[in-house]
């Protein structure tokens, strides 16, 4: 509908908040109405919670809306890192598996106070790659940090990502054979004030309340916490012998199934560390990359 404006000391501004008397106390009204041609029309409603907003990759800024006091974090998560390759051996007495990649700390439905008009900052941190390592480390990366403050406000979460799984004691064709090590999980800091009780009005008008927001990965208001560590493969004993690769941490408290470990090795999904290669087991030995960050978000103003 179209904005709201009252006259005050002279200038019309626009109204975000309008409160009446009602038994001696002032309230403030959900909706205005005017009678236009005599017929009472609509004029004004309470701020109603805006439509969902993903941010996938890089970094920027947005604003807080006019009206809007709190932002919804359905989903936040840091990077994945990416999994180990697996390796085989020439008559070294046993084979070596990649193990799998941690995941990002993570944020679902919690909400947080923010001053309307105020500028927020975001980074979404980037998908860990594959260390493609035989007998000593190649390349690879941690998962990206997540995180969002405010120009006003001051930081509000940082969700750092999961680390790459690494090789901690180099092997050799003939010998000896890698000692290895999973991806650590990232780790949650919460600096912004959390909202835990109030009402609010969503897209249709209707006032919920903050506990009804349930849609984020984990399905519980008011979550967040550290990643996971990737499932930790070492060796088998014997020539030729066959060993799977380690799944990748996984995001959200485990309801984000981190990348599979060859064989049927996948990459890691929304902060989800990336699986480990095989050796002598089907799949090949080639490791994963693990699940990119996310910030799903939406301004409310709660009541």
């Known amino acids: ?43 004004f409603v309470a701020f109603t ?24 974090i359905q989903a936040g998560v840091g990077g994945g890192g990416g999994g180990l390759r697996g390796v085989d051996y020439d008559k070294a007495g046993g084979e070596s598996a990649g193990s799998g990649g941690g995941s990002g700390a993570f944020v679902s439905d919690k909400i947080f106070s923010v001053v309307q008009g105020e500028t927020l900052t975001y980074a979404v941190g980037s998908a860990g790659t594959a260390n493609q390592g035989g007998y000593s480390n190649s390349g690879g990366s941690n998962g990206g940090t997540t995180s969002l403050s405010g120009s006003t406000t001051g930081s509000i979460f940082t969700l750092t990502g999961g680390t790459k799984a690494t090789i901690t004691s180099n092997g050799g064709v003939q010998g000896p054979l890698r000692q290895n090590t999973n991806g650590v999980a990232g ?12 009402t609010f009005k969503n897209s249709s008008g209707t006032t919920k309340n903050v506990t009804s927001n349930t849609s984020g990965p ?6 967040s916490g ?25 995001s959200f408290s485990g309801n984000i199934a981190g990348g599979s470990g060859a064989p049927g090795v996948s990459n890691g999904t ?34």
């Open 218 to 223: 984990v399905g519980s208001f008011n979550q």
């Open 1 to 43: 509908m179209a904005n709201t404006y009252a006259k005050v000391s002279g200038t019309f501004q626009e109204i975000e908040n309008a409160y009446g008397k009602v038994s001696g106390t002032w309230q403030e009204a959900d909706e205005i109405y005017a009678k236009v041609s005599g017929t009472w029309q609509l004029v």
């Open 226 to 250: 550290n990643g996971a560590n990737g499932t930790l493969k070492g060796n088998c004993g014997g020539d030729n012998c066959a060993i799977t690769g380690g799944d990748g941490g996984a």
């Open 187 to 198: 780790t949650a800091t919460i600096s912004g004030s959390s909202i835990t009780s109030g």
């Open 49 to 72: 919670a805006t439509s969902f907003s993903t941010l996938s990759s890089g970094s920027g800024t947005f604003s807080v809306p006019n009206g809007a006091n709190a932002i919804h």
């Open 270 to 303: 929304r902060g989800s560390g990336g699986g480990g290669g095989s050796s002598n087991n089907g799949g090949g030995p080639t490791p994963s990359n693990g699940g990119s960050g996310q910030i799903i978000y939406r301004f409310i103003r709660v009541q």
